[in-house]
């Protein structure tokens, strides 16, 4: 297969706001692709790269070369030449990579050259994120639904069970499971304004759980190969070998754990989510744990042994997990039909510093991947989770620094971002010294008080409220927003969406004001 017929759907998918018309295109193509061709184009038409890394950085992948006047590339080229631009390595590499780079380049047409540094960078975002992918497989291979998506949770990925659904169908998507090693993707809560609220759509007796101001990590042993991974489904191992020895003591010889990971101070309470954030993603986790020690909880076991427990109700997993994990180690809980009990409960978890809780339904499944209505989280603040978009210098005692961020919800429809509106409330100095160098990095372009920003860094913003407004485009804007912390554990495609924002206006009785 060209390479220009992905770049053809590519600019099919961005064109419309249809779904059915994104799921019509990406299916077609997908078709159309050869056995060994099908991961690759699942990947690249879902907007990423086989090779997490190729050692290309942004200013590379823009840089310029005459481009062919035909089309000549085919996608496994494409890929084998990326393959070979990961494997660089050493002395030399550098130039070696750049040269091989511009030969590829070289071999593109505009609209191709143009196409892969957005694949590069990550910025080809024509709207097909990964449930479009998914419905696109669905209708390609022509298989239920339910089958496919159960399957792409449990490979953590969509590309290899298109492989399997496209050459090997119904037998080959049911064979893929529960695999320890392998992660899958996790389970997430809907949100919550109140206790009351969650425990009313709930119904009846429910778990409620702290939640801990952590990173979310997925243990997986098999004997003495203890494997630790975050939300994104990375590979932390490394720098995480306090996590690695508290799995280690356990009485069993095969796991697959759910839980958080985070930084306490010497009384027992978080410290500030930044240190955990640095310790997960420093590769000196030797220095780094003498002085920030991380400790995991764990509240759900999906595999123990010889047995898949992902489809046992909520109360069961629960059970398996405390016959195995000592209580210290287990995220602080409590069963209850009372709200009176329940308020109590979060109150104190809010006073021991954790974020808030979350309520789960006892006799829910496992389910891998989706943000149902079995799990609901409730923090005490209104707070999405939003792409900075551009950031403004600062003056006065902020002279020097980036400072006033212009914040963006993500638009599925697009593919692009909706603004909301700017802040440079909370930050300290340390967040300004940060976020600078930080921004800097993923300039774009500028103006002369404006820099203008490649949309990738995710920030956790609290706020009171909303308001309509005629400035943006989204017709909403944040009332008293400030920042909570910025979130490296989550890509911009994790970004809380302008539907979710919506919702939340529509939703709110007295949140959202005119003006």
């Known amino acids: ?26 299916a077609e193509t997908l078709r159309h ?41 085919t996608v496994t080229e494409v890929d084998a030449i990326f393959a070979e631009l990961a494997e660089l390595s050493g002395p030399g590499s550098q130039l070696a990579r750049k040269a091989r780079l511009d030969e590829l380049m070289g071999r593109a047409t505009s609209d191709e050259q143009r196409w892969l540094a957005g694949l590069i960078t990550g910025e080809t975002r024509q709207g097909a994120l990964d449930g479009v992918m998914v419905d696109a497989l669905v209708k390609a291979s022509e298989l239920p639904a339910t089958a496919v998506r159960r399957a792409v949770m449990l490979a953590g990925a969509t590309p290899p069970v298109a492989v399997a659904a496209l050459t090997g169908g119904a037998d080959a998507v049911a064979a893929i499971g529960l695999s320890v090693g392998r992660p899958v993707r996790p389970m ?58 508290a799995v280690a003591a356990l009485p069993a010889h095969r796991l697959i754990l759910d839980g958080e990971a985070l930084a306490l101070d010497v009384e027992g309470r978080p410290r500030p ?30 595999a123990v042994d010889d047995e898949e427990l992902l489809d046992l109700p909520g109360r069961e997993r629960v059970a398996r997990l405390t016959e195995l994990m000592p209580e210290p180690a287990r995220v602080g809980r409590i069963v209850t039909d009372d709200p009176a009990v329940a308020e109590q409960f979060t109150t104190a978890v809010l ?23 079995s799990w609901v989280k409730v923090k005490p603040v209104h707070t999405l989770d939003l792409v900075v978009l551009a950031v403004e210098w600062g003056s006065g ?8 961020i212009h914040l963006g919800a993500r638009d599925p429809a697009t593919g692009g971002f909706v603004m909301l509106g700017k802040t440079f409330k909370g930050m300290t100095d340390a967040m300004l010294t940060w976020q600078t160098e930080r921004f800097l990095a993923l300039e774009d372009h500028r103006d002369d008080w404006t820099v203008y920003l490649r949309p990738e860094q995710v920030v956790e913003i609290a706020f009171d409220g909303l ?40 939703g709110s009785e007295g949140s959202v004001s005119s003006g």
């Not at 840089?63 to 062919?68: D, E, G, R, S, Y």
């Not at 005692?397 to 006033?404: A, V």
């Not at 008293?480 to 302008?498: C, G, M, N, P, Q």
């Open 273 to 302: 989510f930044q240190e955990t954030a640095a310790r997960s993603m420093s590769d000196d986790a030797a220095a780094l744990r003498g002085r920030t020690p991380m400790t995991p909880f764990f509240f759900d076991l999906l």
């Open 1 to 26: 297969m060209l390479l220009a017929e992905l770049v053809t759907t590519s600019a099919q998918v961005a064109g419309t706001r249809s779904r059915l018309a994104k799921v019509a295109a990406l």
């Open 33 to 73: 692709a050869e056995p060994d061709e099908i991961e690759i184009v699942t990947s690249y038409l879902s907007g990423s790269l086989r090779q997490r890394r190729t050692g290309v950085g942004w200013r590379s992948a823009r840089a310029t070369v005459p481009a062919a006047t035909e089309a000549s590339l």
């Open 351 to 373: 006073a021991s510093g954790h974020e808030g809780v979350v309520l789960k339904a006892l006799d829910a499944p496992y389910e891998a991947g989706r943000r149902g209505s």
């Open 467 to 506: 308001q309509r407004s005629t400035r943006y485009p989204g017709g909403l804007a944040l009332r008293f927003a400030r920042v909570l912390r910025y979130r490296d554990d989550k890509s911009a495609d994790e970004a809380d969406t302008i539907e979710t924002v919506r919702r939340l206006a529509g």
């Open 188 to 245: 997430l809560a809907a949100s919550a304004k109140s206790v009351a609220e969650a425990m009313t759509s709930l119904g009846g007796e429910v778990a409620v759980e702290a939640k801990l101001d952590g990173i979310r990590i997925q243990v997986h042993r098999d004997g003495d190969d203890i494997r630790v991974f975050t939300r994104s489904l990375d590979d932390v191992t490394d720098r995480l070998p306090d996590v690695v020895e």
């Open 397 to 404: 005692r902020r002279h020097g620094w980036l400072s006033n």
